[in-house]
């Protein structure tokens, strides 16, 4: 008898059992592949409670949804068992959020458009032919713009706002004030004195305001005056519209999406979703969610929208393969709360709002947690138990082999993967790239355990500053703002550093740049981290305040070691590592536990670093490699490094893996090796789009007329920056407050720039000028 059950069970537990749909199918129907259904919601209701592994095909075509496919408890599978929403036989399926409008369009005037709207839709973005087209907005949409498309100090003057005659529901998009993220306000009217009355602000942790110079207004009719902008007259239901030249929107396609979120995997601890996998599909088209973005991450910088185009509540062994997730109007996929063993991973995820990926858990699950910066519960009420309360976060869950980019196009506290609340989350052969912040972003310690790994990070922190492709924070229970108390906190009870963050963060083995920070930032209080292995392309790696950090195999091309205000019992070791200049510390008094065994790219910053009891075992030498210009940056046979411990690193593994995502992957700029020594007087490098060198002579002083032989000479323009900053004959005096007296002077002031400009003090006819220098990616 009990032979005959063993062999009976997998039979019927792993019987398969196909449905069918089609765009062009009958839910009154079977589903079979003659006669399919025609809406994914009646399929999913099917295979409700059927056992064996069911398989929803879906053909292809596009699947316009008027409310989320939400899978609860009741959809969950056995263990060996499957529910597999995909598309049939790789065909091309697209489940869009967008409504299709039926207008009847006619000249209105000066180019626009207009067109009563019959249906009873709502307005929030716009897609003509499949591209999503710009709100009427002031100042105009700029693509080579450096913060949001485009910016006027003037948005909010009166001059301005008197040509608006009923501007609300226009809505003002603005920088952060210290450029850490954003902020948006929605427009509800003007008041007595003719001012805007705004409501917002609340989509960034640390409030401070707007930037009174970085930001624009959309979705304004006055501002209705150049091509691909529309606006929608709520009240009397027109949409106006201003083609692009050639485009008769008569004859063009316009979807306005409606959802926020497609797919819905709704469970709980005790009832979760499990095993069920949506694949190969390419999933578009959901409203903005920056106005419901409020919700504060503990005292990290952000704050987040539990929501996105794929949302994860309560889902235990589900899947997310081989999709395309494009123009979203939030975050693509989102993981809140428990989460156990959930993958996403050979996905396409591009033209999001928001963030790409994130794991954010309950704040419940918090022992004794703090919300905004300047908050902190005191030692005698603070709970001292290690870890989580409850089980109530993301666990054990993976993204691998994704390829991400243009992200934040609405939201700039964003990133490609956020961590928040979460533990042991593996984020593995990712490519991530132009992104306004960080590609990776962990928000506090709670509870570590993440291995982050093989990635390829680059073209990040594109329209804020102070962080890095990396970025993180360690403000958990034992964190306090002020750094005298924070300082005390540490000494008297060491222990309470590990009781959020249990397990080490591993980094190892990714690639970073970093074009406007650093490449790898562990900001305040970041502890446990193991780093090793990691290929830093511009931006070095910053270690501030926290303690119990390991960083040993690392490479820093053209940067260095960035320490700041360590604590005198940090535990902290940084050895092995190769650094492209001297180490640049800040507030450091104490070295940690060990600071040796590294290379140094010369004699005179190694010399440095001993004078201050580092580094007495490392070596110097030029940083010679394979072949540079190819990303081949392992180390020649014969280097000293390796007498220190240093083992070459691979540099065939970054990134994704899929031949598919690989074939369209945008590949990162590697840089020109610079390369210190006694000789650099008469060197001339780029900068800036500038041909400099260090001025050196008499007759280099009388040709610019500057007092003294200092200062570093531009020598000519790049031909391909016409519109550089510099001309010839400039003498760069200062740069972020750093005298600039040669070129090592000069690069060392570049690093210290933590955000995206600084001010440079340049000599030009005879008068020296300090302006503000933006660093947009040029070297």
Known sequence: MVITITLLCPARLFSQTNYFVSSHGSDTGPGTQEKPFASIYRAVEKARGQRGKINVYLMGGTYRLDRPVVFTSHDSRQDGSTLTLTSYKKQKVIITGGEALHLKWAPYK?????????????????????????????????????????????????????????????????????????????????????????????????????????????????????????????????????????????????????????????????????NITVSGLVITQTTRTFMQNREPLLRSDWTIYRGGSVVYEGAVNCRLLNCTVVNVGGNAVFFSKYNRNCVVSGCQISDAGASAVCFVGDPDAVRSPSFEYNEFVPISNMDRTPGPKTDNYPKDCRVYDNLMFNLGLVEKQSAGVELSMCQNITVSHNTIYDVPRAGINVSEGTWGGHVIEYNDVFNTVKETGDHGSF?????????????????????????????????????????????????????????????????????????????????????????????????????????????????????????????????????????????????????????????????????????????????????????????????????????VVVVPGPSVDSEIVDFMGAKVKKLTTLGERSATGIDDIRGVLVISIIPSHAAAFFQANDVIISLNGVPTNSLKDLQKARMSVIGTSADIVIFRNQHAYTKKLEFDGRK
């Open 110 to 274: 000066d180019g626009i458009w207009k067109a009563s709207v019959k249906q009873n839709v709502q307005f929030d973005e716009l897609f003509v032919n499949g591209q999503l087209q710009h709100m009427a907005r002031y100042p105009n949409y700029d693509p080579t713009a450096h913060y949001l498309g485009g910016t006027a100090e003037d948005v909010l003057s009166p001059q301005r706002i008197a040509r608006w005659k009923s501007p609300e529901a226009g809505y003002v998009h603005a920088l952060h004030p210290s450029q850490w993220g954003d902020v948006h306000y929605r427009i509800t009217g003007k008041n007595d004195k003719g001012e805007l009355v705004l409501e917002g602000g609340w989509q960034n942790n640390r409030r401070m305001g707007m930037s009174e110079k970085y930001r624009f207004v959309e979705n304004v009719f006055e501002e209705l005056d150049t091509a691909n902008e529309w606006y929608y007259d709520k009240n009397a239901k027109t949409l106006y519209y201003f083609p692009p030249a050639g485009l008769d929107p008569r004859a063009a396609i316009f979807e306005t999406p409606q959802l926020a979120s497609l797919f819905e995997f709704r469970g709980t601890e005790t009832k979760p979703v499990e």
């Open 471 to 671: 970025n993180s924070w360690g403000r958990d229970r034992y964190w306090h703002p002020d750094k005298t108390r924070l300082d005390s906190i540490v000494a008297t009870y060491p222990d309470l550093a590990l009781l959020d963050v249990t397990q080490p963060i591993i980094l190892r083995n990714n690639r970073f740049r970093c074009d406007h920070g650093w490449d790898i930032d562990l900001d305040d209080g970041s502890s446990n981290y193991i780093i090793y292995n990691n290929l830093c392309l511009n931006g070095g790696i910053k270690l501030r305040e926290g303690v119990n950090r390991v960083v040993e195999n690392n490479i820093m091309i053209n940067n260095t070691f960035h320490p700041h205000v360590w604590f005198k019992n940090s535990n902290d070791i940084f050895r092995h590592n190769i650094v492209g200049a001297g180490y640049l510390p800040i507030g450091i008094s104490v070295w940690g536990k060990e600071v040796d065994y590294n290379v140094f790219p010369d004699a005179a910053s190694l010399s440095e670093a001993r004078g201050r009891g580092t580094d007495m075992h490392s070596v110097s030498e030029p940083e010679i490699f394979e072949n540079p210009a190819k990303g081949d940056f392992r180390l020649k046979s014969d280097a000293a490094a390796f007498s220190v411990g240093f083992k070459n690193i691979s540099m065939d593994s970054f990134g994704v893996v899929s031949p598919r995502l690989k074939a369209i992957a945008k590949q990162v700029d590697f840089p």
